[in-house]
């Protein structure tokens, strides 16, 4: 397995430096932003409006780290809640196996805190009562007001190894002030994974009528974040895995 390892790792290495699937991907990406491409999957029933590459990358972030809250910004339909509430389960049973153990789904130990300025009733309604539900904790609010950050600062204090999720406002200074926010609570070897950052690659008629564009995005906030924040590093190696994601440069490793 430590062999397979090592190819994986430098098949991935390889790929900064082929361009034509680079060249590739980059297509791919305008051509499926364009037709909405990505509001087309479900997670355990529920619309989660990411790509499938995405999907995959979270689940082995959220195995690597294994952490015991993921905080998200941004719900929508809830999907992505439903999607890291099923990863986290999955972990408590593999561990629960590992020991003989079993799971009360009930009364689980880690937590998916979702916060949204605008829960809608219909999506509330549907979260609470899925399966998953008993993972999941939302919050209504701006994700970057004081009294929300407060609420968000108690329930994180009751867990020890956090994951973070950027995924709502895409405008430059509303994710520089979640990334300033959010940031600090995701622990050392955990990521703060910073959404749509791809929208700085795009040509600006992509982001419609948006307040967001190219030079003001998620990513022009990583890289304002990161000139202050030595703490953090962008995991290209993910990236380059991925090739199709909507993170690039958007997948912040905490190593200190």
Known sequence: MSDFVKEVEGRIAAVA?????????????????????????????RPIIQYPQDMVAMQELVWAVKPDLIIETGIAHGGSLILSASMLALLEMCEAAEKGEVVDPNRPKRKVLGIDIDIR???????????????????????????????????????SRILACLDSNHTHDHVLSELELYAPLT???????????????????????????????PKTAVFEYLKTHPEFEIDKSTENKLLITVAPDGFLKRVR
């Open 187 to 217: 622990s050392v070897g955990s990521y703060c994974v910073v959404f749509d950052t791809v929208v700085e690659d795009l040509p600006k008629e992509l982001a419609g009528n948006r307040p967001w564009g190219p030079g003001d995005n």
């Open 121 to 159: 009733a219909h999506n509330r309604a549907a979260i609470e009562a899925h399966p998953m539900a008993p993972r999941i904790e939302m919050i209504q609010g701006s994700s970057i007001a004081p009294e929300i950050m407060d609420q968000v600062r108690k329930v994180a204090s009751g867990y």
């Open 17 to 45: 430096g082929n361009k034509g699937l680079n060249d590739s991907a980059a297509q791919f990406m305008r051509e499926s932003i364009a037709s909405q491409y990505s509001y087309n999957f479900f997670w355990l029933g």
